[in-house]
């Protein structure tokens, strides 16, 4: 394996994206992702963004963003979750043409299959050192959702006939885990 060419964040904002890729900054490494084509992935991220935004529109208590929006989770750490869910007062921070600092409250991330775990734990652990309080780790092919509260370990595996609650951040929120796949 070669070496990795690491960049500042300054030298990653600077990158142009084509329209078939997409990046993020894992600790100075530059990460490339192809954009996933309609599937299993696109469908299921557009189930629970359908879900978060109904639940906002009842209750206006913060926003749902897309992977079009980066946060910046350290010098060097850029990184754009399937879903992001901030708090009405996370939003008022934000400045407009900026990337987002810290980690939303609320990360949703759908498992593609170029996905591997320990890629997957190291963006959960950077998700939470950046001040991420809920990680929603979406398995497609098993039809799970791991629920993570901390970066130490999942804290619930919720199935098909489980309900998905965020009762601290989205109080009163309740999806059945099976309207999501």
């Known amino acids: 394996m070669g070496a990795k060419t690491l960049l500042s964040v300054e030298q990653f904002d600077r990158l142009l994206e084509p329209d078939e890729f997409r990046y993020e900054l894992d600790e100075g490494e530059l990460i490339e992702m192809v954009r996933p084509r309609y599937n299993p992935h696109n469908r299921i991220v557009r189930a629970i963004d359908r879900v978060l935004l109904q639940y906002l529109a009842k209750n206006p208590i913060g926003e749902v963003l897309s992977s079009d929006n980066l946060f910046v989770l350290g010098p060097a750490t850029k990184r754009a979750p399937d879903l992001a869910f901030l708090s ?30 320990e890629a997957m ?30 970066a130490s370990s999942a804290t619930r595996i919720l199935g098909q006939d489980d309900l998905l609650e965020a009762p601290e951040l989205l109080p009163g929120f309740s999806c059945p885990v099976k309207s999501l796949f």
């Not at 007062?89 to 591997?116: F, M, N, T």
């Not at 939470?128 to 993570?148: D, H, K, Q, S």
């Open 88 to 117: 009405l007062e996370r939003v008022q921070r934000i400045k407009p043409g900026h990337d987002i600092e810290g980690a939303p409250e609320l990360v949703v991330e759908v498992l593609s299959p170029s996905d591997k775990a």
């Open 121 to 150: 734990r190291r963006k959960i652990r950077q998700y939470f050192a950046a001040g991420a309080r809920l990680v929603w780790l979406v398995y497609p092919n098993t039809r799970e959702i791991e629920v993570w509260e901390s």
